[in-house]
């Protein structure tokens, strides 16, 4: 998951310009532990859904995400239900927020941002609490999805299907080696840092296809590869970013 990015603009094969620092995201719950989950009113819902066409009006469209499937997607997504309880009314602040076991879930603009074409067959790297895979669910595709910390992997597993997103095909695992059964992929979003881009995603991408992943350790850059119909790849770098660092497999 990820810290605050700069203002950028639109992410996939267009000009781009960052500006500013970023943040770093705050520190995630040691334990990972919640309390009894609260129920959720009509009137919490009405509220809710206010809080989520602010953050589209505000955090997304006014900071440059323009594709309209994809703000749509962020309007009907429950963000507040990927997150623990006690920190459900700060679930559409502009900013990450933690889930447990030293993760977070990314701030909605970078959320949005890694999500603008995200083509018809997606791996996710990291599922965090669900959140990203429900958004690309919204925009119709078919979502693979993996997670290295088993309780995160359980519990959002038990988020997607109670919320009814059935067809996302998740698991528990390591990222770096990807989902080669399933591959090869339109897309692959990454959603912790790797010093360097792991050779496997690569290979699992489809001509025409493109990886989105923050690369790096302290500093790092968010980049898109892009493998063209030959298999040439070309780099495509975005914008400063702050996610945790990639667990398991090659370092």
């Known amino acids: 998951m990820t810290g605050r990015a700069g203002e950028v603009a639109t992410l996939l094969l267009v000009a781009v310009v960052a500006t500013g620092a970023t943040a770093a995201a705050p520190s995630a719950s040691a334990s990972g532990a919640s309390p009894a989950e609260p129920s959720v009113t009509a009137t919490d819902e009405e509220r809710y859904a206010a809080l989520r066409e602010r953050m589209v009006r505000e955090q997304l469209a006014?900071?440059?995400?323009?594709?309209?499937?994809?703000?749509?997607?962020?309007?009907?997504?429950?963000?507040?239900?990927?997150?623990?309880?006690?920190?459900?009314?700060?679930?559409?602040?502009?900013?990450?927020?933690?889930?447990?076991?030293?993760?977070?879930?990314s701030q909605p603009y970078i959320v949005a941002l890694m999500t603008e074409q995200p083509g018809e067959r997606v791996l996710e790297v990291g599922t965090g609490s669900g959140y990203q895979a429900a958004v690309l669910a919204e925009l119709g595709a078919q979502v693979w999805t993996i997670e290295i910390v088993e309780a995160l992997a359980r519990s959002a597993e038990s988020t997607l299907r109670r919320l009814g997103y059935h067809g996302i095909r998740t698991r528990q695992g390591d990222g770096w080696q990807g989902w080669?059964?399933?591959?090869?992929?339109?897309?692959?979003?990454?959603?912790?840092?790797?010093?360097?881009?792991?050779?496997?995603?690569?290979?699992?991408?489809?001509?025409?296809?493109?990886?989105?992943?923050?690369?790096?350790?302290?500093?790092?850059?968010?980049?898109?590869?892009?493998?063209?119909?030959?298999?040439?790849?070309?780099?495509?770098?975005?914008?400063?970013?702050?996610?945790?660092?990639?667990?398991?497999?090659?370092?």
């Open 62 to 105: 006014a900071a440059g995400i323009r594709n309209e499937r994809v703000l749509a997607a962020m309007r009907r997504v429950p963000r507040h239900e990927f997150v623990p309880p006690e920190l459900r009314d700060r679930a559409y602040d502009d900013g990450p927020l933690p889930i447990g076991h030293e993760q977070t879930i």
């Open 180 to 251: 080669p059964d399933a591959a090869p992929f339109d897309a692959i979003l990454v959603t912790a840092a790797p010093p360097h881009v792991p050779p496997a995603l690569l290979a699992q991408l489809a001509p025409g296809g493109s990886l989105v992943i923050p690369v790096g350790r302290w500093w790092q850059m968010l980049e898109v590869h892009h493998k063209d119909s030959e298999g040439r790849v070309t780099v495509r770098r975005v914008a400063d970013v702050r996610f945790v660092p990639m667990t398991g497999g090659e370092r």
